[in-house]
């Protein structure tokens, strides 16, 4: 099968080949699926998971790549809940070869059905920035009806969810990001808009819950807004500010089925919008990753027209 590879941490993603490579087969628990879109993070060549598995050990040749959307092709011994044929979506293990290939072996498990009538690319840009929202939120976050909640990177791929769940959900919602990144922060549904460049963040009052994608001292000043008993969410890693009277919680998105499947579901009856900004093939996945341009929304790789 085709497959994107890196083989050098180094390099970045100047280091990505598009290769030859088995296909995998179907350990216990496992299917095969024969992806036909698939998602990718740009940090994922940062991650100590895409160089090495559990045990520390070095892993490359790697596939990147952790969201798909396909159909399941194999199942492995023990395998329940999935069937040969079905069109499935989800989250890859982190410390296994990913989804830019035209194959991936992958715990049933973290997959969920895709509905006949969701496009395999928007299935495709669903589970990290879907299940990052709904996590952050729901999960760590505790959100009630008539919270605030401040939502730095509102025009991104995570961002525009946190934005349209949050609302549905009842709160009121402060989106941040670029100038540029005004009309499609409220076009998602915002509230308000800060400009992080030209506006001042502190004018904004105390919020229930920060949403951070950011990190740093954006986030430093973040923390100092939260009201008593509120949270701050991050996932750029161990936060280095915390609310005086409020919780700070750190966490990396995990696969569920039963959320995944709640997230599909408002994107079939209008009520959530995926934000997909590059569609390419894998045959030009490379140079896409590649591309210097700033980024607007999810980039998918097209494996199959």
Do not use: C
């Not at 085709?2 to 490579?21: C, F, N, P, S, Y």
């Amino acid at each position: 099968m085709k497959a994107i590879v890196v083989t050098d941490q180094t390099a970045g993603t100047a280091g990505m080949t598009l290769a030859e490579r088995p296909e995998p087969p179907a350990a216990i628990n496992d299917v095969v699926v024969e992806v036909h879109a698939s998602g990718y993070v740009p940090t994922e060549l940062e991650w100590p998971s895409t160089w090495t598995d559990r045990a520390d050990r070095d892993r490359s040749p790697s596939v990147p790549g952790h969201e798909l959307a396909g159909v399941v092709t194999a199942l492995g011994y023990g395998t329940t809940g999935l069937s040969v044929g079905q069109r499935v979506f989800g989250l890859a293990d982190w410390h296994r070869d990913g989804t830019l290939a035209e194959y991936v072996a992958i715990e049933a498990r973290n997959l969920a059905p895709l509905p006949g009538d969701v496009d395999f690319t928007v299935g495709a840009s669903l589970p990290i920035s879907g299940l990052t929202a709904w996590q952050g939120l729901f999960q760590h976050g505790r959100l009630q009806s008539g919270q605030t909640v401040l939502a730095h990177g509102a025009a991104g791929a995570v961002g525009t969810m946190v934005t349209q769940l949050a609302r549905e959900a009842g709160a009121y919602v402060i989106g941040t990001g670029r100038a540029a990144d005004r009309e499609k922060a409220l076009d998602y549904g915002a509230n308000e808009f800060v400009d992080l460049a030209t506006d001042s963040l502190e004018d904004i009052g105390q919020v229930d819950l920060v949403f951070d994608v950011l990190g740093g001292d954006i986030q430093k000043r973040s923390a100092t807004l939260i009201k008593t008993g509120g949270t701050l969410v991050t996932v750029v890693g161990p936060p280095e500010s915390r609310p005086a009277d409020g919780l700070a919680i750190d966490f990396v998105v995990e696969a569920d089925r039963a959320q995944l499947t709640e997230v599909v579901r408002r994107v079939r009856d209008g009520r959530l919008r995926t934000n997909i900004g590059t569609v390419a093939s894998l045959d030009d996945a490379v140079a896409t990753f590649n591309s210097t341009e700033r980024l607007k929304g999810k980039t998918i790789i097209s494996v199959r027209p």
